[in-house]
C-alpha cells in the first residue's frame, strides 16, 4: 500500500537510495556481466600517429592457444563509418565521409592509413582476456610512417601533414559568432584595450570505471543485445542500427548497467561497440571487451584543447565594451560523435558570461590533428569561455588600477534585463547576478583578504586571491534550437508513469544515469507530484527494452528535462484520477481537488468524510478494476510525455579562489575556496553538493596538474596515472558553499542544470589567485597546468615559465 506525504519532498536532502549497492559493491558494472559462453575481445591501437598500413599479418596471433578470431578491416566490408551527429551550424564544414551523405567520423577499423596513436587496427577474440591480450603482440603490422601534427594552429598552416582527403587543409569549419563589425569598431575606439594569448590546455577524462561492451547476438529471433557503459542508450541503439550496422532498429537493445563516472566520455560511438556485436554474431558468442586505464587514455575523447588570442576592451572607469575571440580548436583525429558543436558553439556563445558587454566576436578554427578525437567533458566549451573572459576581466581590472570585484560588478547584466540577450546567440532565462556576487564576496570575506598577504609573506608565502563568474548553458534542449546550432537529431526527453492496483508507481525515463543518483531524485521528484512515499517509486532507465524513448544524460540536463517530463506526466495521472472520481462522487470535475496523495470533493474534509474522499492507492484500485467509469475515462492509470522545453536554462554563479605559493617551492596551496551558485529549484541538496564537490575539484585538477601531453611524433606521453596527475582527497581545500534560487521559466519544476556547473569557473579563479599573488614582479599570465616548476620559475623571471600574453 502506498502513504500518503503530507510535506514538500523537492528541496529535501533525502537519503540516496543507490548509495548502499555501491558501497557495498553490489552494484552491477559492464566488467560485471557474465553471459554464458562469454569470450574476450582485444583492440590493436596503432603504434605511429599518422601512418599508411603496409600489411598486415594475423598468422601468428592466430596460431596461439585459445585465439577464436582475429579480424582486420577486411573482415567488416559492409559496416558503415561512425557518424557526426553534431556539426558546427550555419557554416560549412568538411567531414570524412558516410555513406548515407552524413558526416562521417571514423571507421571501426582502419584499413589503410592510421591517424592518432591507439588507432584501432586489428580485435582478437580469445576465451580469456589474458589470451585476447597476448595474442595482440603476435600481429605484425607493416606501417609507412606519415608526418604528423599536434596542434590546431600549426594543423591550417601550408605544408602540413593533411589527415583526410575530404577535409581541404585540415579544417573542419570556419565558425563565427556575434557582431564583428561593431566589435571591432569598439576595440578601435576605446580607451584601453588588453590581449591575452591563452592555452586552455588537452586533458584526459578519467572516470573510475573506463569503457566496456558486452554483444550478444540470438540466431533464432536476429536480434543483437549491447551491454555498454553509455550515457545515451537510446541514442546509440538508433545510430548503431541504422548508421553503422545496418540492420532494423527493432533487433537491436542497449542496456546500461551502472556507469561509474563519465564526464561526456561515454555518450559517444566507438569502434568497440560495432565490434562485440559482429563478432558475438561471427562466433555464435557472447563477447566482451572491458579497456584498461592505458587504453582508455590513448582512444577515449579528450577534452578542452583552444589556442585562444583574446581581446578586451573599454574604459577607464571599468566599463567593458567590447570582446574578441579568435579561437583554434583541436578536433583530433577524427570529429567525434558531438565534437564539433563541443568545439564551437558552447565556447563561442558562453564568452561574455555573466557580463553586459555592447559588442562582442568570437571565431573558431576547428582543425584535425593526429591526436585523440576531442569531446565533452564536464564543463565543456563553457570552461573554456569562461577562463578566456575571467583572465580577462582581472587583466583589464589590472590595466586601469581597479579592483577585479569593482569591474565585474560594474558590468554585471542587472536583474531588470532578464530574459538577456548576450549578444552571441543565448538568450539567459533569468538571474539575479549582482545578489549571487555579493553573497559569495561575504561569504569568502573578500574586504579583509588584503590584510592577511603581510602575514603570509612573514611565513614566505605569497598570498593570492582570484574570482571567476560564469554563466553555463545547461538543459539540453530544445530540439529546433539545436538543430540550428547543427546537431543531427532531437534533443527532448520523455517520462512514462505506470500506477500498479497496489498504489505503487513505476516511473520510466529516456535519460542514463551515469552517477547522478537518478533512483533518488526521480523518485522524489514522482512522489512530491503525487503526495505519497517515495519508497513506493520505482524507477527503470538505461534500457532501450524497457524506457520509453529518450535522449540520455548529458550537458547537465537530467534534472530539468527528465524531472519536468515526470513532473508533466503526473499531473496527467491525477487529472484522470479527478475526472475519474468526478464520476464516483457525482459532482463537477472542477470540484473535486487532488492533494496530498487523495482526491476529494472541495469543502470536505478527506481525513473524516469517506464517501467524498479517495486514497492514491483507492483510485489506483478503481481505475484498475474500471468498474463505473464514464465514457471519457478509460482504465488503468499509464501516461508519457515527451518533453521539449522552449530553450535552454542558464545557471551562473560565483567563485573565489585563495591561494598561498611557496616561495621556495613554487607550490600552491589552496587555502580557500568560496562557491556560490545558482541552479534554480534544487530537486535533492545532498546530490547537488556532491556534484558541486566534485566539479570543483575537477576543474581545480586542470588548473593546476593535469595535461595531456603529445610529444613530436604524436605519442601520448602522459598515457597512464604515472604521468598524468589527478587531484586526490589531499589536494581539495576546505569549500565553503551556498546557493541563491532563481527559477526557470522554461520548465515546470524551475529547474537548472547542476552536474557541471561548479567545473566552469575554478581554473580561471586559481590562476587569476596565482597571477594576483605574482603580480608585483611582473608576471600577467601562466599557462594551465600551474606546476610547481613553472610558478616558481614565473615568481623568479624565467621566460621557461610558460607565460604568455602581450598588451596592446
Not at 563 to 575: C, E, N, S, Y
Not at 635 to 654: Q, R, W
Not at 664 to 688: K, Q, R, S
Not at 689 to 702: D, F, K, N, T, Y
Request: net charge negative; aromatic share 6%.
Amino acid at each position: 500500500m502506498t502513504t500518503a506525504q503530507d510535506q514538500p519532498l523537492l528541496g529535501t536532502p533525502l537519503a540516496i537510495r543507490e548509495d548502499a549497492a555501491l558501497l557495498r559493491g553490489e552494484a552491477t558494472y559492464v566488467g560485471d556481466i557474465q553471459l554464458p559462453g562469454t569470450a574476450h575481445m582485444a583492440i590493436l591501437g596503432s603504434a605511429h600517429a599518422h601512418a599508411r598500413i603496409r600489411g598486415i599479418d594475423t598468422s601468428a596471433a592466430e596460431r596461439l592457444p585459445g585465439v577464436l578470431k582475429v579480424a582486420t578491416a577486411a573482415d567488416f566490408p559492409d559496416v558503415m563509418p561512425l557518424p557526426c551527429i553534431w556539426i558546427p551550424g550555419g557554416v560549412e564544414s568538411h567531414f570524412p565521409p558516410h555513406p548515407y551523405g552524413l558526416p562521417g567520423a571514423r571507421p571501426v577499423l582502419s584499413g589503410d592509413t592510421v591517424r592518432h596513436v591507439g588507432d584501432p587496427i586489428a580485435v582478437v577474440v580469445a576465451e580469456t582476456p589474458r589470451q585476447a591480450a597476448a595474442a595482440l603482440q603476435a600481429i605484425a603490422v607493416d606501417y609507412e610512417p606519415l608526418p604528423v601534427v599536434t596542434r590546431a594552429d600549426q594543423a591550417l598552416q601550408d605544408g602540413a601533414p593533411q589527415l583526410h582527403e575530404n577535409v581541404p587543409n585540415n579544417l573542419n569549419a570556419h565558425w563565427t559568432c556575434g557582431d564583428q563589425e561593431r566589435t571591432e569598431r569598439n576595440i578601435a575606439d576605446a580607451e584601453v584595450v588588453v590581449e591575452l594569448d591563452l592555452v586552455n590546455q588537452r586533458t584526459i577524462n578519467s572516470p573510475l570505471e573506463p569503457r566496456g561492451a558486452v554483444g550478444h547476438y540470438d540466431p533464432v529471433t536476429e536480434e543483437y543485445t549491447l551491454y555498454a557503459s553509455t550515457q545515451g542508450p537510446h541514442n546509440h541503439r538508433f545510430l548503431l542500427a541504422q548508421l553503422v550496422l545496418g540492420i532494423p532498429f527493432t533487433k537491436l537493445r542497449v542496456v546500461a548497467p551502472t556507469v561509474g563516472g563519465s564526464f561526456g566520455t561515454k555518450g559517444y560511438l566507438y569502434p568497440d561497440m560495432p565490434l562485440v556485436l559482429l563478432l558475438s554474431k561471427a562466433l555464435g558468442r557472447p563477447v566482451k571487451w572491458v579497456d584498461t586505464r592505458t587504453g582508455l587514455m590513448n582512444s577515449t575523447v579528450q577534452g578542452r584543447d583552444h589556442l585562444q588570442h583574446a581581446v578586451i576592451a573599454g574604459t577607464r572607469d571599468g566599463r567593458i565594451t567590447a570582446v574578441r575571440c579568435t579561437s583554434h580548436a583541436n578536433l583530433g583525429a577524427y570529429p567525434s560523435t558531438i565534437g564539433p558543436g563541443v568545439a564551437t558553439a558552447l565556447m563561442g556563445r558562453s564568452i561574455t558570461g555573466m557580463y553586459d558587454i555592447d559588442a562582442a566576436f568570437c571565431e573558431v578554427y576547428a582543425a584535425f590533428t593526429n591526436t585523440v578525437p576531442l569531446g565533452a567533458q564536464r564543463g565543456s566549451g563553457r570552461a573554456e569561455a569562461a577562463f578566456l573572459m575571467e583572465r580577462l576581466v582581472d587583466e583589464f581590472a589590472a590595466r586601469i588600477g581597479m579592483d577585479p570585484a569593482a569591474v565585474r560588478r560594474r558590468n554585471l547584466v542587472p536583474a531588470t534585463a532578464f530574459p538577456y540577450d548576450n549578444g552571441l546567440g543565448w538568450t539567459y532565462d533569468s538571474g539575479n547576478y549582482e545578489e549571487n556576487f555579493d553573497k559569495a564576496l561575504a561569504l569568502a570575506g573578500y574586504a579583509d583578504l588584503d590584510s592577511r598577504r603581510g602575514e603570509a609573506r612573514s611565513r614566505g608565502k605569497r598570498l593570492g586571491v582570484g574570482i571567476a563568474t560564469y554563466v553555463a548553458v545547461c538543459g539540453v534542449g530544445p530540439s529546433t534550437r539545436m538543430s540550428q546550432e547543427g546537431m543531427l537529431g532531437g534533443t527532448w526527453e520523455s517520462a512514462n508513469i505506470r500506477v500498479h492496483p497496489s498504489g505503487e508507481v513505476t516511473v520510466t525515463v529516456g535519460s542514463a544515469s551515469t552517477g547522478q543518483s537518478h533512483q533518488t531524485v526521480f523518485a522524489q521528484v514522482t512522489a512530491d507530484a503525487f503526495g505519497i512515499d517515495p519508497a513506493s517509486v520505482q524507477v527503470l532507465e538505461a534500457d532501450t527494452l524497457k524506457a520509453p524513448y529518450g535522449q540520455g544524460t548529458y550537458g547537465s540536463r537530467s534534472y530539468s528535462m527528465a524531472g519536468p517530463a515526470i513532473a508533466l506526466t503526473a499531473q496527467k495521472i491525477k487529472d484522470k484520477m479527478r475526472r475519474a472520481a468526478a464520476a464516483m462522487f457525482q459532482v463537477d470535475e472542477e470540484k473535486v481537488v487532488y492533494r496530498s496523495g487523495r482526491v476529494f470533493v472541495q469543502g470536505t474534509d478527506p481525513d473524516t468524510d469517506t464517501e467524498q474522499s479517495k486514497t492514491f492507492a483507492e483510485m489506483a484500485m478503481a481505475l484498475w478494476y474500471g468498474w463505473g467509469l464514464p465514457a471519457s475515462v478509460e482504465p488503468a492509470l499509464d501516461e508519457t510525455t515527451h518533453f521539449d522545453p522552449p530553450d535552454f536554462n542558464y545557471p551562473f554563479g560565483t567563485h573565489i579562489a585563495v591561494v598561498e605559493i611557496d616561495e621556495l617551492t613554487g607550490e600552491t596551496e589552496i587555502v580557500g575556496y568560496t562557491a556560490v551558485d545558482d541552479a534554480g529549484n534544487i530537486g535533492n541538496p545532498a546530490i547537488v553538493q556532491g556534484q558541486i564537490e566534485g566539479s570543483i575539484v575537477h576543474g581545480l585538477g586542470q588548473a593546476l596538474m593535469e595535461a595531456a601531453e603529445y610529444d613530436e611524433d604524436g605519442r601520448l606521453v602522459s598515457a597512464d596515472l604515472r604521468t598524468y596527475a589527478l587531484p586526490r582527497a589531499a589536494d581539495a581545500p576546505e569549500f565553503r558553499l551556498d546557493r541563491t534560487v532563481t527559477p526557470s521559466p522554461h520548465n515546470p519544476l524551475g529547474a537548472k542544470g547542476a552536474g557541471e556547473i561548479a567545473t566552469v569557473p575554478p581554473a580561471a579563479a586559481v590562476v587569476n589567485a596565482v597571477v594576483d599573488a605574482l603580480r608585483d614582479v611582473g608576471v600577467r599570465h601562466i599557462d594551465m597546468p600551474l606546476t610547481p616548476e613553472k610558478v616558481w620559475r614565473a615568481l623568479h623571471g624565467d621566460p621557461a615559465a610558460g607565460t604568455t600574453g602581450a598588451d596592446a
